[in-house]
């Protein structure tokens, strides 16, 4: 019997390589499959939403539709998570709607999460909240999280310390908040703020956890720190990312030092930033292919928006298509361009 004329395996095999970082073969498995249950269209609107495929996920749920399959709870959490990812507002809040209207599904606290960081991303900060007062269901962590994560982005430090201290009395234990709440004051020039959170984070034993990136290469597993000297090949990939970051600043790449620590000149924040674990991967993993090769990294933290530059600048430098799955979502690096359109 063939992968593809078992329901429940061939569901998994596209969830798999959702998860992998190949959306182009889950699609195609998807397609081989002799049947479809509302998991299996579940999981490709899934995946391409993961992706940042927003406008592919919707398609696949309007053909799940069309098929009278009947979307469940957890398809409507990825049909507005891929909304999410995307910044389409007018659909998540349709089917937001739609979903407890049409198809008798109460939202719960997902589907909240989900619009709130819909809402957040798009500057919509006081409508977010907003919404969390009106919540049926106790908003939890997710839904806090999803806020105070947009308050970055739009630099609204007044609902970001709304924000936190929820999430402080929901966890207080979690570095998370202390550093993004910190990370936001940084944004603004709140360095008092910033060290009032670090003494915070001593006083409760907590210590942020470091940021590292993966990158499989030739079937080894490679692990890059920040500013990593570990690695045998060190002195050709740092040497490789400076050629990199000439080449890069020849086209107009300048360094976004907005969160890097006030209190060191600017040479050693601009050096800081370049040796970030996601940028000596990708060093390692173009230096280590043949022109052509996907290459494919996995960052334990969100990955930042200097390096999310840097990234796709390399992408038109190189002829190589890199993949970059961070803590939130997977971001396809080709020819300049990044899935996510800067959307993240």
């Known amino acids: ?80 998570a891929a909304c999410s990812h995307a ?53 939890d962590f997710v839904v806090w999280g999803s806020l105070l994560a947009a308050c970055r982005i739009h630099k609204n430090v007044e609902l970001a310390e709304i924000s936190a201290r929820k999430l402080f009395q929901i966890d207080s234990s979690n570095c998370g908040y202390y550093v993004l709440l910190s990370n936001i004051y940084a944004d603004v020039g709140r360095w008092k703020d910033v060290e009032r959170m670090r003494i915070l984070m001593k006083n409760h034993g907590l210590v942020k956890p470091p940021g590292f990136s993966l990158v499989e290469v030739k079937g080894g597993v490679h692990v890059f720190l920040v500013g990593d000297r ?55 993993g173009i230096m280590s292919t043949v022109p052509g090769t996907t290459v494919q990294i996995i960052k334990n933290l969100r990955v930042c928006s200097d390096c999310h530059t840097a990234i796709r600048l390399i992408s038109k430098i190189v002829n190589h298509e890199i993949v970059v799955r961070d803590s939130k979502r997977f971001h396809h690096f080709r020819d300049g361009i990044c899935s996510c359109r800067d959307y993240w």
């Open 1 to 80: 019997m063939g992968l593809e004329e078992n329901v429940f395996v061939g569901t998994s095999v596209v969830d798999m390589y959702c998860k992998c970082g190949r959306v182009g073969m889950a699609r195609r498995a998807f397609d081989r499959m002799k049947e479809k249950n509302v998991k299996s269209w579940t999981a490709m609107v899934a995946g391409y939403g993961m992706h940042g495929c927003a406008r592919e996920a919707l398609e696949v749920f309007y053909e799940m539709i069309s098929a009278r399959v009947i979307p469940n709870y957890i398809t409507f959490v990825s049909v507005l």
């Open 87 to 139: 910044g389409l507002l007018d659909e998540g809040w349709h089917w937001f709607r739609t979903m407890e209207h049409k198809f008798g599904i109460e939202p719960g606290v997902e589907h909240y999460g989900c619009m709130i960081d819909l809402l957040g991303r798009a500057g919509f900060l006081k409508e977010a909240y907003d919404l969390i007062k009106e919540m049926k269901v106790r908003p």
């Open 230 to 284: 570990e690695h045998p090949q060190h002195e050709k990939i740092y040497k490789y990312l400076e050629e990199l970051t000439l080449k890069m600043q020849e086209i107009g790449y300048v360094p976004n030092m907005t969160s890097v620590l006030h209190d060191v000149d600017e040479e050693e924040k601009e050096m800081t930033l370049r040796v970030h674990s996601e940028k000596l991967a990708v060093a390692f």
